[in-house]
Nanobody
Framework: QVRLVESGGGLVPAGGSLKLSCAAS????????MRWYRQAPGKQRELVAS???????SYADSVKGRFTISRDNVRNTVYLEMNSLKPEDTAVYYC????????WGQGTQVTVSS
C-alpha cells in the first residue's frame, strides 16, 4: 500500500520559516515526481511545488523565491522549506505522488499568524 506521511507543520508568525517533510513508502520513490499541494478552507487545492525524479523543480508564482522543494532518495522523503511565510500561506499542505496511482498524504496544517 502507498503511504505518504507529512510532518513539520505548525503555527508560525508572519516572516517565519517551516520545513515540511513527506516520508513515502509503497512506491518506487526514486522514479516518481513528487509534489506539494495546499488547500485553504473553502478554496481549491493548489499545486505549490514539484520536483521531478531528476531533481528539476517548479513552483507556483505565489511561493517562488520563498519556498524550496527538495528530495532525498535514500530516505524516500521530499521536503518543502518555507521561508518568509505570509498569512495567505495558511493551509493544509499535502504531499502527492503520481505513480503507481495518484496518492496523497493526510496533510499537515500550516498556520501563519499576522
Amino acid at each position: 500500500q502507498v503511504r505518504l506521511v507529512e510532518s513539520g507543520g505548525g503555527l508560525v508568525p508572519a516572516g517565519g520559516s517551516l520545513k515540511l517533510s513527506c516520508a513515502a513508502s509503497g512506491i518506487v520513490f526514486s522514479v516518481n515526481a513528487m509534489r506539494w499541494y495546499r488547500q485553504a478552507p473553502g478554496k481549491q487545492r493548489e499545486l505549490v511545488a514539484s520536483i521531478s525524479s531528476g531533481g528539476s523543480t517548479s513552483y507556483a508564482d505565489s511561493v517562488k523565491g520563498r519556498f524550496t522543494i527538495s528530495r532525498d532518495n535514500v530516505r524516500n522523503t521530499v521536503y518543502l522549506e518555507m521561508n518568509s511565510l505570509k498569512p495567505e500561506d495558511t493551509a493544509v499542505y499535502y504531499c502527492n505522488a503520481p505513480f503507481p496511482y495518484p496518492s496523497w498524504g493526510q496533510g499537515t496544517q500550516v498556520t501563519v499568524s499576522s
